[in-house]
């Protein structure tokens, strides 16, 4: 079975007009888009549409999510059929706080370096929701809207010559404990994917049921590129896993560029990050159990949020380990703003090939925008912000926790290091 995947180059985005793409240029339709989305949810109660482009002097504030702008043509099984796959755009939502644990993204300055959202316009969906509207409905309210407009506005292209047709073959290789493996000559790698799951603004989606239930998982990889995790979470902003994050996870596309030539990719196994210390055991040996079960060489490990996820990576990697299976690890420090403090809340002997994805409390100083999307005083009230990070002049101090996707821990970021 194959992923058909209809690519359109996005160069430039205009609103108003006939919506569709021509030539590179994304048209999409605001007004027609506002009415569909309050429309189909009356919780919705002011919704302001704008473009923020690479270069300008505009900051968005509070944001949810970002999602990339894509949708179904042909097919219903997750990671198979034909995709309509909007590249270099993306759709960010943002309003009134509903956690601390939201981000800023700006389109230049220092702040633009940190972030992969600054370099490719973006529909910005400003909304707000009516009185009595709890924060668990108000985050997903706007979630639903970030979803739903990302659709509408794939759904304007769907018939659109795409610049790239790009075919994802896939199949999962045979080969257990009393089959012969395919390629033997090849280290046999699996994908061991955590999703944050723990309520109280900390969850995610996986096949349309929150991730709290029916994980870990064994699924086809390419299933994340067709929309199957959504994110639910307000996790600090540097570490958060957004739905775009989701849909372009580079470990994934990676691990299948070197499928059959430097390795063979055995499959994906979603883990979820739960809350209690029991829940962690029981999900940490179930996901190792899994990957076990796939007749390994090594594994790969990404996890998502910080503090207490620690604890389910350290559990994970000491499975494996224990187990046979070389582990690799993936994640973010919150080492102090010096660098000099304990990285993560916890470790393991284990734990010996980590990547670092770097350090969240670094500060930063941000200067003043022009345009501002979102509440700019909640800054304030963000993780990785501090009641005097917003100046009387607009200009700022924050640390990268408040930078969405900063220290991004699936490696879709924009830090690197050198040996000196």
């Known amino acids: 079975m194959t992923l058909t995947l209809l690519r359109h180059s996005v160069q430039t985005v205009t609103l108003g007009g006939t919506a569709g793409i021509t030539g590179g240029t994304l048209t999409v339709d605001a007004d027609a888009l506002c009415s569909h989305l309050q429309t189909r949810d009356d919780r919705l109660t002011s919704i302001q549409i704008g473009l923020a482009v690479p270069g300008d002097a505009t900051r968005i504030v509070c944001v949810k999510d970002v999602v990339a702008p894509r949708t179904k043509k042909a097919g219903k099984e997750p990671g198979t059929g034909t995709l309509c796959v909007l590249d270099n755009v993306a759709v960010v939502t943002c309003g009134p706080i509903v956690a601390f644990q939201e981000g800023i993204i700006d389109m230049s300055g220092p702040g633009a370096d940190y972030t992969p959202f600054s370099r490719f316009p973006l529909v910005v969906l400003e909304i707000d929701v009516g009185d009595g509207v709890s924060p668990h409905e108000h985050e997903a309210a ?25 075919m994802v073959a896939w199949e999962p290789p045979h080969g257990g404990p009393e089959l012969p493996r395919i390629a033997p000559e090849l280290p046999r790698i699996a994908y061991l994917y955590m999703v944050l799951s723990q309520g109280l603004l900390h969850d995610s989606y996986v096949f349309g049921r929150n991730a709290k239930d029916g994980l870990p998982l064994a699924v086809d990889p390419r299933a994340a590129f067709d929309n199957a995790i959504v994110s639910g979470n307000c996790v600090s902003a540097c570490d958060k896993n957004t739905t775009y994050h989701h849909q372009n996870n580079p470990v994934i596309a990676e691990l299948l560029r070197g499928h059959g030539s ?13 809350t209690r210390l029991a829940e962690k055991q029981r999900s940490a040996a179930a996901a190792v159990k899994l990957v076990a079960d796939m007749n390994v060489d090594g594994a790969i490990v990404s996890k998502e949020g910080f503090g207490n996820p620690d604890a389910d990576l350290m559990m994970i990697l000491r499975g494996l380990e224990q187990a046979g299976i070389k582990a690799s690890a993936m994640t973010d420090e919150f080492a102090g703003s010096d660098g000099d403090s304990q990285s993560l809340a916890d470790a393991a002997p284990e734990a010996d090939a980590i990547v670092s994805v770097g350090n969240a409390n670094e500060r930063i100083e941000l200067p003043a925008m022009t345009t501002v999307f979102g509440p700019l005083p909640d800054v304030t009230r963000l993780a990785g912000g501090y009641p005097h990070s917003l100046r009387e002049d607009g200009t700022m101090e924050v640390e990268l926790q408040a930078i969405m996707g900063s220290t991004n821990q699936l490696g879709y970021g924009r830090l690197s290091c050198q040996e000196v």
């Open 142 to 166: 706007v979630r639903s809207a970030g979803l739903d407009a990302a659709e509408f506005i794939a759904r304007s292209c769907i018939d659109a010559d795409p610049d790239v047709i790009e």
């Open 262 to 274: 430097r390795w063979t990719f055995v499959g994906v196994v979603i883990s979820n990050a739960l």
